[in-house]
């Protein structure tokens, strides 16, 4: 006699299926896939051969040893990801509900001016009203704190956008002022007031090339029609700092680093520079867990007012 299997049956055996497919999506291959889940790549392969047959359409293609998302793939992916993601964090989502969060592992991604600058008292806040939960500070330039956002490794970016790319969701949360710094027997630290063309002649300190801060300047330079030299390229705000008060050449910085314990001389330069906005970035259509809401809502009590953004 063939057993009668009922829908729950066949409810739960798709959401295998889902499961194995956004996950290996996500990853880039079976035997990653694999690995996430426990299973073997044999496994995986029949999970989503038989969803392909289900919903009869083909979700991959192969290029060599790689996997590409077909264009039916990729719509699927975007509607079954925060349906698998809903259901895997289904426990914290409830606990959360009844104010417990008593569980989970909250992902960070950030540069490391943020990361030494903004996140400290926020994480010290979050881990003393949750401190069941593990936290992962990931200290990453922008662009791979985006890869991680896309390959769901983080949950979300604290940082500064310049661009904002069509896939994600950017809210400024604060800005900081732009300022001059200079050794205190530099020529410019006994003028008050500098302009840009001021600072032309002097070579600047600046973070490497590949960072936001340098196209930053780039541009607010070259909208006044000026070019800027850089005499050194150093990483991190604190080094840039030392090197400057060695007299090695001047910078520009967000207030956000600035002490006051600097033997530094500090000339606003909000009149020629925007301030620096710095906010949360979540991946659109990503299932955001209750403990990254807890944290968003600390650094943004009005980040889940946006249009758009799961409440």
Same mark, same amino acid.
């Given at each position: 006699?063939?057993?009668? +299997?009922?829908?729950?049956?066949?409810?739960?055996?798709r959401l295998? +299926?889902?499961?194995?497919?956004?996950?290996?999506?996500?990853?880039?291959?079976?035997?990653?896939?694999?690995?996430?889940?426990?299973?073997?790549?044999?496994?995986?392969?029949?999970?989503?051969?038989?969803?392909?047959?289900?919903?009869?359409?083909?979700?991959?293609?192969?290029?060599?040893?790689?996997?590409i998302?077909?264009?039916?793939?990729?719509?699927?992916?975007?509607?079954?990801?925060? #349906? !698998?993601?809903?259901? @895997?964090?289904l426990? @914290?989502s409830?606990?959360a =509900?009844?104010?417990r969060l008593?569980?989970?592992?909250?992902?960070?991604?950030?540069?490391?001016?943020?990361?030494?600058? $903004?996140?400290?008292?926020?994480?010290? %806040?979050?881990?003393d009203?949750?401190? +069941?939960?593990?936290?992962?500070? =990931?200290? !990453?330039?922008? %662009?791979?704190?985006?890869?991680?956002?896309?390959?769901?490794?983080?949950? #979300?970016?604290?940082?500064?956008?310049?661009?904002?790319?069509?896939?994600?969701?950017?809210?400024?949360?604060?800005?900081?002022k732009?300022?001059?710094?200079?050794?205190?027997?530099?020529?410019?630290?006994?003028?008050? =007031?500098?302009?840009?063309?001021?600072?032309?002649?002097?070579?600047?300190?600046l973070?490497?090339?590949h960072?936001?801060?340098? %196209?930053?300047?780039?541009?607010?330079?070259?909208q006044?029609?000026?070019?800027?030299?850089?005499?050194?390229?150093?990483?991190?705000? @604190?080094?840039?700092k030392?090197?400057?008060s060695?007299? #090695?050449?001047?910078?520009?910085?967000?207030?956000?680093?600035?002490?006051?314990k600097? @033997?530094l !001389?500090?000339?606003? #330069?909000?009149?020629?520079?925007?301030? %620096?906005?710095?906010?949360?970035?979540?991946?659109?259509g990503?299932?955001?867990s209750?403990?990254? +809401?807890?944290?968003?809502?600390? $650094?943004?009590?009005?980040?889940?007012?946006?249009?758009?953004?799961?409440?």
């Amino acid at each position: 006699m063939t057993e009668h +299997k009922g829908p729950f049956y066949y409810k739960e055996n798709r959401l295998k +299926k889902l499961r194995a497919f956004c996950t290996a999506a996500t990853s880039g291959g079976f035997s990653k896939a694999a690995d996430q889940l426990f299973l073997s790549q044999p496994t995986i392969s029949l999970q989503i051969q038989a969803l392909e047959r289900d919903m009869n359409i083909k979700l991959f293609e192969r290029r060599g040893p790689k996997i590409i998302l077909t264009p039916e793939g990729i719509v699927l992916k975007k509607i079954a990801q925060p #349906l !698998v993601d809903g259901i @895997e964090g289904l426990e @914290e989502s409830f606990n959360a =509900h009844y104010g417990r969060l008593e569980s989970g592992e909250l992902n960070i991604a950030a540069g490391e001016s943020t990361t030494l600058y $903004i996140l400290p008292d926020f994480i010290k %806040r979050f881990a003393d009203t949750y401190p +069941k939960i593990q936290i992962k500070l =990931h200290n !990453v330039t922008g %662009r791979d704190g985006m890869a991680m956002l896309r390959a769901d490794e983080a949950d #979300l970016a604290v940082g500064s956008m310049l661009e904002i790319p069509a896939d994600v969701i950017y809210k400024e949360a604060m800005s900081f002022k732009q300022i001059l710094i200079t050794a205190q027997d530099h020529p410019l630290a006994d003028k008050e =007031h500098i302009t840009l063309k001021d600072i032309v002649p002097y070579g600047l300190i600046l973070p490497p090339r590949h960072l936001a801060t340098w %196209r930053y300047l780039e541009l607010v330079f070259r909208q006044s029609g000026l070019n800027f030299r850089v005499a050194l390229e150093a990483g991190g705000w @604190e080094i840039i700092k030392k090197y400057v008060s060695m007299g #090695l050449g001047v910078s520009i910085v967000t207030d956000m680093c600035l002490t006051g314990k600097e @033997e530094l !001389v500090h000339r606003t #330069l909000e009149d020629f520079i925007p301030s %620096r906005s710095y906010g949360v970035v979540v991946r659109k259509g990503k299932f955001i867990s209750p403990q990254a +809401k807890a944290f968003i809502s600390m $650094i943004d009590p009005d980040f889940f007012k946006m249009p758009g953004i799961q409440q």
